[in-house]
């Protein structure tokens, strides 16, 4: 199994170079395969929106600097050898396609194929309207900027028209350097979440809940999949957890691919420490 850590975003200082290059080396030599900050671009002093992941709906780091992803990953990229930069989640549908095509294509050229795109619809509201979205729609848009993503990496002179995007003939230089482009992950913990991992989907990585539940949802993918004449084995599966032995032993015995685990430490040397213990304890145990 691969694992990989979500940056801290509690104390530590994400926003700087210092940690970001200090945290991303120490996760390629502790033996993680990949990275995967988060994404918000603005968060609204007050807002009505529930966030799913906590018993109160309210998001526990309301105040903490949250860099882009992308350049966040540009920066990890360059100071690691083979650790892959994902996200965890970007909000897709708050994104142009077409620049959001070129970015990741031209950060997978730089980090020589190591990018994975984790990608969501989103949750809060008053942020999807602050940045000129329409939360709404915000489903149907995520679908077909996947699939206008996946033509222009795809096609040397590209086209797609769909109700919400649309292009003809145009060229996206660079192409990312993996085959078939950056690979996509939809995270969520819903089943419209599920069904679209399915349908247009590298990868699943549902969050919140408990294995079970969890379990549940990748059915639901490997069943929408099949409806798409896709191979459900070709969807990898990712779940984020405890960062412990016996936890990780059962999302393994779940049939995931990959674990997350999020860094909580307020400082680089003990985000070092973290790491290093849970490379000893678990990764040189389970990891592929």
């Not at 799913?52 to 920066?75: H, L």
């Amino acid at each position: 199994m691969k694992f990989g850590v979500i940056p801290g975003y509690y104390a530590a200082p994400t926003a700087t170079a210092e940690y970001t290059a200090g945290l991303a080396r120490a996760a390629e030599e502790c033996g993680f395969e990949s990275i995967w900050p988060v994404e918000h671009v603005v968060m609204p002093e007050e807002y009505e929106s529930v966030y799913p992941y906590s018993p109160d709906g309210r998001m526990p780091i309301p105040d903490a600097a949250v860099p882009d992803p992308i350049i966040w990953n540009t920066w990890a990229a360059a100071n690691t050898t083979t650790l892959k930069v994902g996200t965890a989640m970007v909000i897709l549908p708050q994104h142009n396609p077409l620049v959001y095509a070129k970015a990741l294509a031209s950060l997978d050229q730089l980090s020589g194929g190591r990018t994975i795109l984790g990608a969501g619809v989103g949750w809060l509201k008053e942020e999807a309207e602050a940045v000129g979205t329409d939360f709404s729609n915000r489903g149907k848009r995520t679908d077909e900027y996947i699939e206008a993503m996946k033509v222009l990496w795809r096609d040397r002179i590209a086209s797609y028209h769909g109700e919400h995007v649309s292009f003809d003939k145009v060229k996206c230089n660079p192409q990312p350097v993996q085959e078939g482009g950056v690979p996509i992950h939809i995270g969520g913990h819903s089943k419209a979440a599920a069904r679209r991992a399915g349908r247009l989907g590298d990868g699943f990585i549902p969050l919140g809940g408990n294995l079970e539940s969890l379990g549940e949802l990748w059915k639901l993918v490997e069943a929408t999949a099949k409806e798409n004449d896709r191979d459900p084995s070709a969807i990898e599966l990712t779940y984020s957890g405890m960062a412990t032995l016996d936890y990780a032993q059962q999302v393994e015995q779940a049939g995931a691919q990959r674990m997350l685990i999020a860094s909580v430490e307020p400082d680089l040397e003990s985000a070092k420490k973290t790491l290093g213990e849970f490379g000893e304890n678990v990764i040189a145990k389970l990891g592929a």
